[in-house]
């Protein structure tokens, strides 16, 4: 069974800065897309940004030019550095994965449990 481990949420001021890292736990043979996406209360869930193993991205216009998605092939690892954040980032971060874990069946998606970002103003 694959789980997503989520680090680095935590409460920063405007303007400020943090880095979520995703790091997947289990028997893996392959990723293809990673990403992010957050959940504000009373919100539905959105895309922040994603990443293909090639290394091309996708980012929602909300964050662009202020967040950043990368990912270590290696070790099976995606990042997200926040800059510039406003309250309006407020929200639970939920990393996800599309992983196959068997060379006999197709992958499926594994999503984070969440990590909570506060920004105050």
């Known amino acids: 069974q694959v789980q997503l481990v989520e680090s680095g949420g935590g409460l920063v001021q405007a303007g400020g800065s943090l880095r979520l890292s995703c790091a997947p736990s289990?028997?893996?043979?392959?990723?293809?897309?990673m990403g992010w996406y957050r959940q504000a209360p009373g919100k539905q869930r959105e895309m922040v940004a994603v990443?293909?193993?090639?290394?091309?991205?996708n980012v929602a216009d909300s964050v662009k030019g202020r967040f950043t998605i990368s990912r270590d092939n290696a070790k099976n690892t995606v990042y997200l550095q926040m800059n510039s954040l406003k309250p309006e980032d407020t929200a639970v971060y939920y990393c996800?994965?599309?992983?196959?874990?068997?060379?006999?069946?197709?992958?499926?998606?594994?999503w984070g449990q969440g990590t909570q970002v506060t920004v105050s103003s």
């Open positions: 996800n994965a599309d992983v196959r874990t068997s060379y006999f069946s197709a992958s499926r998606d594994y």
């Open positions: 990443i293909s193993s090639g290394g091309s991205t």
């Open positions: 289990g028997r893996i043979v392959s990723i293809s897309v």
